[in-house]
Every structure is written in C-alpha cells, then in structure tokens.
C-alpha cells in the first residue's frame, strides 16, 4: 500500500505530476550515445573543441598572438576539461540523488523518474570519457583541496543543497552546449554529445526546479540562508574548476599570464553573467538569492 511508504518531503500529487510528465518525456525522447554518434569519424584538423567565444582566452591580447593551431589545441582541451569536470559533478548528482530517494515509494513518478536521471548520467559520463578519449586529451581532476570539497559535499548536501548545487552545474553547461551544438567550426563529436546534453539536461533541470521548490514550501527563514549560501559554495566551486590550468600548458602558453589574461577578460566575465541569468532569476523566485549569496555569484561573474 503507498500508505506504507514515507511520502517524504511534503511531495503532493500535483507535485508527482510534474515527474509523470517527465517521465512520459523521457519514454519519447531518450538518446544512446553509443549508436547516436560516429566515433569512428576522423577530426578534422581546423575544427575547434567548442566555439573559439566560449575559449577563456577568447578576446585577450593573448588570444591574438596565438597561432590557428595553437586556438584549435586550446579549445579542445578546454572542452576536454569541462567534460572531465562534467563527469566528477555527474558521480557527486548521483549519490545525491539515490541517497534522497532512500526508500522511498518505488511507485512514486518521483522515484522513478529520479531513477532515470540516474541512468542518463551513467550514459552522459560515458558519452564525455569517450569523446575525451577521442580528442586525445588526459583526464584532468580537480585539485586535492576541491576534490575534498566534492567529497564534503556530497556527503552532507540534501534536499534543495542538493539539487541547488545539481541546478547549478546544469544550468551553466546547458548555455554553453547549446552555442557549441550550433557551431559550424565546432567538431561533430562535440556538436553531437552536446545535442544529446541539452535535450536531457532539459528535464534534469525540470526536476531539480520541482525539487526546490517542494522542499522551500515550508523551510525556515534560517534553513532558506544556510541553503543559499550553500549552494553558492557549490556554485563557486563549479565555475572555478571547469578549466584546468593544463589546458594552457598543452596549447603551449605561459600559465600564469593565461591565468591573469582570463580572469580579467571583460569578455568572460559577460559571458559568465548571460549564462547565468536564468539560474539567478530562479534562485531569487525562490529565496535562494541573499545578500551573501550574491556576494558569491558576483565574485565569480554569475551576477
Ligand atoms: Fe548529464
Ligand atoms: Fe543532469
């Protein structure tokens, strides 16, 4: 009887219809990377890892002194380390996820549909270590410091911490993929995984929305802070690890000035801002933007 089962968060049947939709959604469209893409398909050589606007070093003097070979390395390692950041977040959302759905009421669309999120993950990490292979480029990691970070937090982060910080990472990616899915001189591996991404991703951030919004219905004015600034720890650590310094080591630049070029770029910094519209507009719909917060998000140009 679904009585028996704890019902959790203060979930209601409208709220179950939300992930019913999902569901259906995912029953129609679902992608398998291994048959959607041509892995066999050669690179070719002028075709950069994602649109040369999206390079950190995109606009800077550094940029203009830089080779077309060099551009194309940079970009491709650029993606690369994204990817790589892609697939440490997807093992942290996946704990998270099956943690929070910890017997609850296998019969629930919320289950299952958090389930299958679950499974797309496995199929997206997937997806990114084989077009990583492909391009040629070594797993890059976070440090040992953020690595213990992620760690941390995915041991302690529930209810909308979690999703907070899941929205965060999908948010961010989505904005790019979808620029790098359209780019004529952006390699097919990329404009195709992309695609499979963003269609998705699309229903994982559905979910996350939902997620959040259940667990704010009746949170204090204290937990609603804690979360906030929470998720805009994780946001913090999200943006400062997408790009790994190597990536200007393997373009053959001078790490340091690469560095101080892309963290002063105006260009980034708008770029930053625009993708990140979306995701501040729903955190301030839903408490989640304080003052200290947006100290956070402004510190790393979100806001
Ligand atoms: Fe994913
Ligand atoms: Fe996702």
Same mark, same amino acid.
């Given at each position: 009887m679904a009585l028996t089962w704890q019902a959790g968060h203060g979930h209601t049947k409208a709220d179950d219809d939300v992930s019913k939709r999902l569901l259906e959604s995912a029953a129609t469209l679902s992608y398998d990377p291994s048959a959607e893409i041509d892995w066999d398909a050669p690179l070719p =050589? =002028?075709?950069?890892? !994602? +649109?040369? $606007?999206?390079?950190? !070093?995109?606009?800077t003097r550094l940029w203009d002194g830089m080779t077309e070979r060099q551009r194309v390395t940079l970009t491709r390692h650029e993606v690369c380390s994204i990817m790589y950041t892609g697939i440490w977040f997807e093992t942290i959302l996946q704990q998270m996820v099956l943690r929070d759905q910890y017997l609850k009421n296998p019969a629930s669309a919320e289950f299952q549909f958090a389930l299958t999120e679950i499974a797309d993950e496995c199929r997206h990490s997937i997806m990114f270590a084989r077009a990583c292979a492909k391009m040629g480029v070594p797993a890059y990691r976070p440090n040992k410091l953020i690595a213990q970070a992620g760690r941390a937090f995915k041991a302690v982060a529930r209810g909308e911490l979690a999703y907070g910080g899941i929205l965060v990472a999908e948010e961010v990616l989505d904005v790019m993929q979808r620029d790098w899915m359209r780019g $004529? +001189?952006?390699l097919e591996i990329v404009r195709g995984t992309s695609r499979i991404h963003v269609l998705e991703e699309s229903r994982h951030m559905k979910f996350a929305r939902q997620e959040i919004r259940e667990r704010m219905r009746h949170a204090s004015p204290a937990r609603r802070r804690a979360s906030a600034t929470g998720i805009a720890m994780g946001a913090y650590i999200i943006v400062t690890s997408m790009i790994h310094p190597g990536v200007y080591q393997a373009a053959g630049l001078d790490v340091q000035r690469a560095l101080d070029e892309a963290r002063a770029s105006e260009h980034r910094k708008t770029m930053m801002r625009t993708s990140s519209r979306h995701l501040m507009a729903f955190l301030a719909e839903t408490g989640l933007l304080t003052s200290r917060s947006a100290a956070v998000y402004r510190k790393v140009n979100m806001l």
């Open positions: =050589d =002028d075709h950069f890892g !994602l +649109n040369p $606007e999206w390079s950190t !070093l995109y606009g $004529e +001189n952006v």
